[in-house]
């Protein structure tokens, strides 16, 4: 049964650092893996999708990376701003499936 | 339309009664989710609808939860003789084909409230 885990649970950081959210699986056959934020009382935007085949993607101040045979990804942030602040989730998609297995989530708070 | 469109946003209800929760997905995605995110747990999946396939129900808790989906675009989920447990956001999530073949995009939830 595939587990995803997200650490750390809740990070804060000043404005202006680069920072690190991890997201790690259990078993490391993935479809693809998507990247989330959610604001509180929101639904979810996606991020970043990554497919199998993939290593990384970037958008903007954001760059996702995937090692599918380590079963990781790493969700990078450059510069941090206090817009920054959410909870980000991580979800993996299995190959034999459809359906999304989320982490629980990392809460990120930055500090102006 | 531009986005998933889920309504209402809040509902609150009376133990026992019945609830429908609305979802409109993005135009032309074939594929639509149901989620549920109770306080402080993770996103539980609840069914999943692709094109005129049979839907995938088996993340539906309890008989009291069923759903549709009419036309292959609005789907409706009910809960009926909702109970105090009930009470979450329900989130909905469409994905199409395309470059990003699997990505899901959500709408921004239905808070419900059983007192």
């Known amino acids: 049964k595939q587990e995803v885990t997200q650490i750390p649970a809740a990070l804060s950081v000043p404005e202006g650092e680069n920072l690190v959210l991890n997201c790690s699986f259990t078993d490391s056959a993935i479809y693809n893996l998507q990247w989330f934020r959610q604001d509180p009382g929101k639904g979810l935007t996606s991020l970043l999708l990554i497919q199998s085949s993939q290593r990384e993607q970037t958008s903007g101040r954001l760059n996702a990376s995937l090692d599918k045979s380590s079963g990781r990804s790493t969700l990078y942030i450059a510069a941090s701003q206090p817009g920054d602040s959410a909870t980000y989730l991580c979800?993996?998609?299995?190959?034999?499936?459809?359906?999304?297995?989320f982490g629980s989530g990392t809460r990120l708070l930055v500090r102006p | 339309g531009a986005g998933v469109s889920q309504s209402p946003s809040n509902k609150v209800t009376e133990k026992g009664k019945d609830v429908e929760l609305r979802c409109d997905p993005i135009s032309g995605h074939t594929a639509l989710y149901w989620y549920r995110q109770s306080l402080g747990q993770g996103l539980e999946f609840l069914i999943y609808f692709q094109g005129n396939s049979a839907p995938d129900k088996s993340g539906l808790p309890s008989d009291r939860f069923s759903a549709e989906r009419t036309g292959g675009s609005v789907s409706t989920l009910t809960i009926q003789r909702t109970q105090q447990e009930d009470s979450a956001v329900y989130l909905c999530?469409?994905?199409?084909?395309?470059?990003?073949?699997?990505?899901?995009?959500f709408g921004e939830g239905s808070r419900l409230t059983v007192l």
């Open positions: 999530a469409s994905s199409g084909t395309g470059l990003n073949t699997g990505e899901l995009f």
């Open positions: 979800a993996v998609r299995m190959d034999s499936s459809y359906k999304l297995i």
